[in-house]
């Protein structure tokens, strides 16, 4: 499974941004999708995941309320729509697929190139 991550970027604070992970193989939907994010010195933090075959979702506390994750069968894709940001979202996002799914970043086999959001204040 190959995952292709684009839609970073910089952005105002209180700005909008969408992150998307496609997917290669169908396989996948079988996985939990999971977006992680990882600021520089600071070790890689979870933000939230969306599993294909429950069809649910599930976030960090600090992407509650502001970030929404969804998925596009037909485009084999997941979105990270993120709002309302702020300096501290700064990071490179990454997603990722894995089997168990949760906050782990150890649960998850196969990872996106990541790709960089800024906020400035």
């Known amino acids: 499974v190959q995952l292709q991550v684009s839609g970073g970027g910089l952005v105002q604070a209180g700005g909008s941004l969408r992150l998307s992970c496609a997917a290669s193989?169908?396989?996948?939907?079988?996985?939990?999708m999971g977006w992680f994010r990882q600021a520089p010195g600071k070790e890689r933090e979870f933000v939230g995941a969306?599993?294909?075959?429950?069809?649910?979702?599930y976030y960090a506390d600090s992407a509650k309320g502001r970030f929404i994750i969804s998925g596009d069968n037909a485009k084999n894709t997941v979105y990270l729509q993120m709002s309302n940001l702020k300096p501290e979202d700064t990071s490179v996002y990454y997603c990722?697929?894995?089997?168990?799914?949760?906050?782990?970043?150890?649960?998850?086999?196969?990872w996106g190139q990541g790709t960089q959001v800024t906020v400035s204040s």
């Open positions: 193989a169908r396989t996948y939907r079988t996985y939990t």
């Open positions: 969306f599993s294909w075959s429950l069809s649910t979702t």
């Open positions: 990722a697929v894995g089997l168990r799914g949760g906050s782990r970043s150890g649960n998850y086999d196969y």
